[in-house]
């Protein structure tokens, strides 16, 4: 109840966003998780052409990120999430429709751009409208992100029964529904006219040394949050012999979504410390959540209770990320120019997706290397070793100020749960407001 109170104070078009993304998870996960079978089963593709189809919508999105970004600082946020979103009901609709190649190819690469447009976009456009509550804001969006999840799935599982084709327009319909809903709710905002090039917004972003470092330095979170798709769910069907158990590995995240992220959130953005202290910290507790698994990995024999130390591992892995990723979304845009956004968050999100690709395929590395003789507790050891590390980094930001400085939120929007905001320390100085002007060389702050 406390969490639809908090989406109740946000203004509409935030409350609109944040069901938005209830729905475009939903319509994701309805879909995507079922695709490689339908394209392997049922159209009878070789494994090379379900992995170009695979790929190519991986490329579309995460190479794009930056070009969304940057329509949402031109074009306005608004415009770029509908046309998002119209984009992937089309690609969706080409899924159930086409069976030839050149309509699966462009229906992955029109999935792919969508999200590249509206991913980056909607996070502008709940930054621009939360004011001071972004860091609630963010915590909202996590709840319902990861409800939507584990809604999908659930959704597609029985849509099968009917066919693919019968999950696939369910979703483009989905998406047909929050196009409908975006274009009719969200206000239109005037967009300040843009200054100079796209490429100069680009250069400006890339050449920001601060973010740079805090992008580079956060990798850990996402490559991390991957092996929820990867290690976790071979983690769960390994021990239990049970391919349901994955199913178990979102039902705790959904559930301390929904029971913790708020009171999390706004209990550490009330304290003091800077929320460079939290991310490192939440970077920290996710790490340390591969251990438990990687303590029963290789164990001959299958058994229900076995499930018990895979899932000790997912609950810290979920805490950390709820703790890390509201204040990481909440500090991107103080790194440079407000007019400028959406270009950080979606080079934040190109650099994320590179990671998160590329923690797949060393974790998938590990875990082929455990299969074939090598050290069961290789793939846990990886991604605890990535996490601690991106902690590390982070705290070193945080150490060396490089990191903007963000003030307690207002005691109104604390809520109920939050304790008196502590002592902030000394006011943002001119270094912490802007945070390239700070006359000590990079290295000194990496």
């Not at 392997?40 to 190519?56: C, F, K």
């Not at 164990?299 to 591992?313: C, I, K, Q």
């Not at 400028?340 to 060393?362: D, E, H």
Request: net charge positive; glycine share 12%.
């Amino acid at each position: 109840m406390r969490t639809f109170a908090a989406v109740r104070g946000f203004p509409s078009a935030v409350q609109l966003l944040l069901v938005n993304q209830l729905g475009v998870n939903t319509g994701f996960y309805l879909l995507i998780p079922y695709l490689a079978t339908h394209l392997t089963d049922d159209l009878g593709l070789s494994a090379a052409l379900v992995g170009l189809v695979l790929g190519l919508r991986n490329l579309s999105q995460q190479g794009l990120f930056l070009i969304g970004g940057s329509a949402a600082d031109r074009l306005g946020a608004r415009g770029v999430i509908i046309a998002g979103c119209g984009l992937r009901t089309l690609g969706f609709s080409l899924f159930a429709l086409g069976d030839a190649l050149p309509v699966l190819i462009a229906a992955s690469v029109l999935s792919g751009l969508a999200g590249a447009l509206f991913n980056p976009a909607v996070r502008t456009y709940v930054a621009q409208e939360a004011g001071d509550r972004k860091a609630e804001a963010f915590a909202l969006f996590n709840v319902f992100a990861t409800a939507g999840a584990l809604l999908g799935p659930l959704v597609g599982s029985l849509l099968l029964l009917s066919g693919f084709r019968a999950a696939a327009l369910t979703a483009a319909g989905v998406f047909a529904l929050l196009t409908l809903a975006q274009a009719s709710v969200l206000p239109v905002r005037a967009v300040p006219a843009p200054t100079g090039s796209v490429f100069g917004d680009w250069r400006e972003v890339a050449g920001n040394r601060r973010f740079a470092a805090f992008a580079l330095a956060m990798v850990g979170m996402y490559g991390m949050e991957s092996q929820l798709y990867l290690l976790l769910p071979h983690a769960a069907r390994q021990a239990t012999g049970w391919a349901g158990a994955v199913g178990l590995i979102f039902v705790v995240g959904t559930l301390a979504n929904f029971s913790l992220q708020l009171r999390l959130t706004r209990r550490l953005a009330a304290r003091s410390g800077g929320r460079g202290r939290w991310i490192a910290a939440g970077l920290t507790v996710s790490a340390l959540g591969f251990i438990p698994p990687m303590l029963v990995a290789g164990a001959e024999g299958t058994h229900p209770l076995r499930l018990l130390p895979v899932l000790a591992g997912v609950l810290p892995l979920y805490l950390g990320l709820m703790t890390a990723q509201p204040f990481a979304m909440e500090l991107i845009p103080s790194f440079g120019r407000a007019e400028l956004t959406g270009t950080f968050y979606g080079l934040f999100y190109a650099v994320s997706g590179v990671a998160a690709a590329a923690t797949g395929a060393g974790v998938g590395w590990a875990m082929d290397a455990a299969r074939h003789g090598g050290p069961v507790w290789l793939p846990y050891a990886c991604c605890t070793a990535l996490g601690l590390t991106s902690a590390a980094a982070v705290s070193l930001l945080h150490r060396r100020r490089a990191l903007p400085r963000l003030p307690a939120p207002p005691a109104a929007s604390a809520g109920p749960d939050s304790p008196a905001p502590e002592d902030p320390g000394p006011p943002p100085d001119a270094t912490s407001a802007t945070p390239d002007s700070d006359p000590r060389p990079l290295s000194e702050t990496r």
